[in-house]
């Protein structure tokens, strides 16, 4: 394997990847806006020399893409994508399902960035912060929960108020993965 096809690497620290090498880090924001380095807001360029800090749901999808190596903070050993989905389950219920929507919508070719902002999982980009705004907002919902209204109005409310289109996602048994988007009509 090639230096420049070798994995990125990363600490598990708390619930989040550490990539300490700003190399490996800067190639990930670069290539598709994964992670937050740290100390620097809103990186201005995909070049500094600061770690970079990747969630939870960022490191999980970087493992399945082979593009990351994530090691045990105990005993050092590489961790895989079902002890990171583990973990994940762990800490909430819905993360196999926000993890498998993450997943989608990157397969699509959009860039995500948490959307905790917004109260949302997610904010999704065409072009990438910096580049665009988001246009959508994505709420992962669990099928098994369902829809509520107040989730539709919330998302109404929401979605008004910041000029975004609001999307409710949620997993089927089957894996597969269904949107619902609300159009507001004012009568």
Known sequence: MSESSKPASADFVGDRGIVWNPQDGMKLYANGYFGQ??????PKSPEFDKPLELSLVECAYLISEGRLQVRDPVSGEPLSLDDLLKIGRQQSDEFVDRFMVYS???????????????????????????????PFLVHVIPQRKGVIPLDIVRAGRLATSVRKRFIIATVKEDGDVFYYSFIWHKP
Do not use: W
């Not at 380095?37 to 809103?42: A, N, Q, T």
């Open 37 to 42: 380095p740290v100390g620097i807001r809103k």
């Open 104 to 134: 989608n919508l990157r397969s699509l070719g959009y860039i995500l960035r948490p959307g905790l902002k917004f109260g949302t999982d997610f904010a999704v980009y065409e072009h990438g912060p910096g580049k665009d705004h988001a």
